[in-house]
């Protein structure tokens, strides 16, 4: 009987397993409540039905179950761990450090609970003690992406551009030691990376091995869909592709932002208005000192995220001294100020009439900047930004820009959403709550390396204030 009851328990979690994996928490949900039926006292099985109903954002069920996985084991790291974050996701900065705290004190080596902590700390603006948290896990491992990344954000908000600096470029070096050997490829990336080596004019060699491959491969129709890499591409890729083998300098310049820019940003204590366009943000110097470096440096890993779309972000090259000088100027002025830099990236439109689809972002405020000159975008009144300006609902949860995409949509059509079509033009910067659902609507950009669409995203603050 007991054989009986552990084969059918084994196999009513499995099931809970698979559906959460596929995103099927209500039958997850109910396997693990099966499971549980079977086996009322297994640790285990409890502790994942927490974190399913943590991912529901059902916060009293998650906390009670958490609170008897501790009972039953008080020594479970992870329960803590996953009960403390529920304690921050409710504004409960002191239990969520105490719980983080004991997290740690259980397993020393449970790196996760040291980022989380100093993630807390930095949501709640105690910047010098996230740095202290992030310190802790880097003394055990000096190449830990997630302090590392958290402490070069933490850094920022203190004004400590170098430090920061230093470890979003260390944290750029280590992704690329790690993903020498490239496994896929899309005919997209391809053709930027070609037309990035015959811009630059740097890089014969590679030019000849990433052609030789093109002429090799059997390509889908859809340019965007990767193809798998044999071995022996592997291995004739991985000295450049997705490597940092041109990188130019992007120094500090003597004034980042127009003073017409500052003036309007000193002028807008809170972005509650709708979205706020100002034309001419950047000095020239540091625009044209931008798109250089963003044309000429091989820093555009992400080629999946997006259809017709490479991306960069803080942590895969973006940063640089003048991006970094930017933020801080930007952090100076009343629009942003007390907000700090919680993420950053640019996108490149390769193909021509690529467009990013409706989405929201996890922040307090947006900020977007074009940089390809005017010139290149064929149809002036369309190609930048298309805002909606009625908040989504309260308990509007994201998950993924793929699957929200087609939510989002579903969700526009149904609702007035005060919609607003904001033309592109070079060097316009557009300020919006993160949480309004934005897109970049019709494009249609000339043929040409230069002319490829470059915008930058800046995201400062949290979207909740706890």
Not at 335 to 350: E, S, T, Y
Not at 452 to 458: F, H, P, V
Request: overall charge neutral; hydrophobic content about 40%.
């Amino acid at each position: 009987m007991a054989d009986s009851y552990t084969k059918e328990f084994e196999a009513v979690a499995a099931k809970a397993i698979d559906a959460y994996k596929s995103g099927d928490l209500i039958y997850a949900e109910s396997c693990w409540r099966e499971a549980l039926k079977l086996k009322p006292y297994h640790v285990g099985a409890r502790h994942n039905l927490g974190v399913l109903l943590a991912r529901k954002n059902e916060h009293n069920a998650a906390i009670e179950t958490f609170n008897m996985v501790i009972k039953a084991k008080p020594d479970h790291a992870r329960a803590h761990a996953n009960r403390a974050g529920i304690l921050r996701a409710t504004g409960n900065m002191r239990g969520a450090l105490a719980g983080y705290q004991t997290a740690i004190e259980i397993d020393p080596n449970f790196f996760q609970a040291y980022v989380a902590k100093g993630d807390a700390l930095f949501f709640w603006q105690r910047f010098t003690e996230a740095v202290e948290a992030y310190d802790a896990v880097l003394l055990r491992n000096e190449n830990y992406l997630g302090a590392l990344r958290g402490r070069a954000l933490a850094l920022l908000a203190l004004g400590d551009e170098a430090a920061a600096l230093n470890d979003f470029e260390k944290i750029f070096l280590v992704r690329a030691s790690l993903e020498f050997r490239p496994s896929k490829i899309s005919r997209l990336k391809l053709r930027h990376d070609l037309d990035q080596l015959s811009y630059s004019g740097k890089g014969k060699k590679y030019a000849k091995i990433l052609s030789n491959l093109e002429s090799e491969i059997h390509w889908p129709e859809d340019e965007n869909e990767p193809v798998r890499l044999s071995k022996t591409w592997s291995k004739s890729l991985e000295e450049f592709f997705n490597q940092p083998t041109n990188i130019v300098l992007a120094e500090k310049v003597s004034e980042p932002l127009t003073v017409k820019a500052i003036s309007i940003l000193n002028s807008l204590d809170e972005i509650k208005d709708g979205p706020q366009i100002i034309d001419g943000l950047l000095h020239e110097d540091a625009l044209k000192m931008l798109r250089y470096y963003l044309l000429k440096s091989t820093i555009w890993n992400d080629f999946t995220h997006i259809d017709g779309f490479v991306a960069t972000y803080l942590e895969t090259g973006l940063a640089s001294p003048l991006f970094l000088q930017l933020v801080t100027a930007l952090r100076q002025t009343s629009a942003f100020r007390n907000l700090p830099l919680v993420q950053g990236w640019a996108f490149k439109g390769v193909s021509s009439e690529a467009r990013i689809g409706m989405h929201s972002d996890e922040a307090k405020l947006s900020l977007n900047i074009w940089l390809t000159p005017d010139n290149a975008n064929l149809e002036p009144e369309h190609g930048g930004l298309i805002v909606h300006r009625h908040l989504p609902p309260a308990d509007w949860s994201l998950s993924n820009y793929s699957d929200d995409k087609a939510r989002i949509e579903k969700w526009i059509l149904q609702k007035n959403t005060d919609s607003l079509e904001i033309p592109y033009r070079e060097n316009r910067a557009v300020i919006f709550d993160s949480r309004l659902f934005h897109g970049s609507g019709s494009m249609k950009f000339a043929d040409g390396y230069e002319n490829q669409r470059i915008n930058i995203t800046l995201l400062f603050g949290h979207s909740r204030k706890l």
